[in-house]
């Protein structure tokens, strides 16, 4: 049973616009929220997270959006750049030991 | 500044052999974590470790082993290979404490195929 779901698997954007990829959950209990980017034949690595007593956080031109009642988060990236194509997850966890990723969404900026 | 190290990059194994992943993190953390995934799928979680001794079971420990017998070190055993467990596996770290949750950090991963 999937708890963390990206519904989108692949998302194109043209340079300098902004880039928004979703993801769904299914488990109230989850109070930790992160986004991951992976490069082929590399590791995911940790782009930004959110806690569930926020409902926004930002990062440069990252920015993770939190909806509690919907059990929706979404990463904005502002402006997009080529060098950000790659596949990101989403990962969530309840307070404990166990973190859950979604399928994760392949994101092309266009030149 | 290695961070997560996984070894071996590659690897092919028959039906019903065994191997060792090893992973070693140089960042003193508490948590190490082993993950598959599988094409179009998201990470799925092997086991985790909490400190050195301390091991348990995620979503999908079926025909894995663990140990944790010191901080850096956590090897993922397959007994008896099985096709099914064709996979890219990744091992991660954390520093976890009581209150706060950290990101983990990924090693590149070990792409398995068993034929």
């Known amino acids: 049973d999937q708890q963390v779901k990206q519904n989108s698997p692949s998302l194109s954007v043209q340079e300098g616009r902004i880039s928004i990829l979703n993801c769904d959950y299914t488990?109230?209990?989850?109070?930790?929220f992160l986004w991951y980017k992976k490069y082929p034949a590399e590791g995911p690595t940790f782009l930004i997270s959110?806690?569930?007593?926020?409902d926004k956080n930002e990062d440069g031109r990252f920015t993770v959006f939190l909806n509690k009642s919907a059990k929706h988060l979404s990463l904005h990236i502002v402006p997009s750049q080529p060098g950000d194509s790659a596949v990101y997850f989403c990962?969530?966890?309840?307070?404990?030991?166990?973190?859950?990723f979604g399928t994760g969404t392949s994101l092309t900026v266009i030149p | 500044n290695a961070g997560v190290t996984q070894t071996p990059k590659f690897r092919i194994l028959k039906i019903g052999q065994s191997m060792t992943l090893q992973c070693t993190q140089d960042?003193?953390?508490?948590?190490m974590y082993w993950y598959r995934q599988d094409p179009g799928m998201g990470l799925k979680l092997i086991y985790y470790s909490v400190g050195a001794g301390i091991t348990d079971k995620g979503e999908v420990p079926n025909g894995y082993n663990v140990s944790r017998s010191t901080t850096e070190d956590f090897p993922l055993r397959l007994e008896l290979a099985a096709p099914s467990q064709t996979s890219v596996y990744f091992c991660?770290?954390?520093?976890?404490?009581?209150?706060?949750?950290?990101?983990?950090?990924f090693g590149d991963g070990t792409r398995l195929s068993i034929l």
């Open positions: 991660a770290s954390s520093l976890r404490d009581r209150v706060a949750h950290q990101p983990q950090h």
């Open positions: 488990n109230s209990m989850f109070d930790y």
């Open positions: 990962a969530a966890s309840a307070f404990g030991n166990q973190f859950y």
């Open positions: 959110i806690s569930s007593i926020k």
């Open positions: 960042m003193n953390h508490n948590y």
